[in-house]
């Protein structure tokens, strides 16, 4: 097991691990998938393990369904006890989002997972999470 720094939701079930410095919009994105129908996974810092192959992740227990809403505080939100981990998303400035980027992928635990990058606050950011979590989660499926 490792702990990593980052916000985790589960979309339709399928872990996105949301990776970024203080401050970069992790909570802020999770909580946008939140209200769209995802469940957290964990706030600021993520528990990940091997099962079965597959990454999960999920929350150290003193913080387990909380999530930091800044400008109004911890917050209880609809959650998943863990997820399997299907996408990472690094919250980057703008100048780091290629246009056309090649696949990427990182690795936990010896397992990799695929990358992508996202500017947080950006109005499609959470669109465009969904859709990658959703192809990711796909394609680990016909790998299975």
């Not at 129908?37 to 990940?48: M, T």
Request: aromatic share 2%; glycine share 10%.
């Amino acid at each position: 097991m490792i702990q990593v720094h980052g916000s985790c939701v589960a979309i339709d079930g399928s872990g996105v691990l949301l990776r970024g410095p203080s401050g970069r919009g992790k909570s802020d994105l999770a909580l946008r998938l939140i209200d769209g129908g995802a469940r957290l996974v964990a706030d600021d810092r993520v528990d990940l393990r091997v099962s079965g192959g597959m990454l999960t992740a999920s929350s150290p227990v003193p913080i387990a369904g909380r999530l930091e809403v800044r400008g109004i505080g911890i917050l209880e939100v609809p959650s998943a006890a863990s997820a399997p981990l299907y996408l990472v998303v690094d919250l980057v400035e703008r100048e780091e989002v290629e246009r056309l980027p090649e696949p990427r992928t990182t690795s936990f635990l010896g397992i990799d997972v695929p990358l992508i990058r996202l500017v947080a606050l950006d109005a499609s950011a959470a669109a465009k999470a969904r859709l990658a979590a959703r192809m990711a989660a796909a394609h680990a499926e016909a790998k299975a």
